[in-house]
């Protein structure tokens, strides 16, 4: 039985992406991956945001955390 429907399912899914990709046209299809592409970028830039956000406040209560290096300082080298 378990067979069977995996057989059902796989026949259903090739029959469905054949269906799709008759229906698309290439317009539809880059539409719906620029869509795609900026549902991504709306979900995943203020996510990585406050991750580092929620990071450093983790790290700065543990350790004291080294402030930014800007350009034309030298980082500073720990003591030996």
């Known amino acids: 039985m378990l067979e069977a429907s995996l057989v059902l399912g796989a026949v259903l899914s090739v029959g469905l992406a054949v269906l ?44 004291t955390v080294p402030r930014k290096v800007t350009r034309g300082e030298r980082p500073c080298r720990p003591s030996r």
């Open 20 to 63: 799709l990709g008759t229906m698309l046209t290439a317009p539809v299809m880059i539409m719906l991956a620029v869509g795609a592409l900026l549902l991504g970028l709306v979900v995943s830039v203020p996510t990585g945001f406050w991750y580092h956000v929620v990071l450093y406040r983790i790290v700065s209560a543990k350790i």
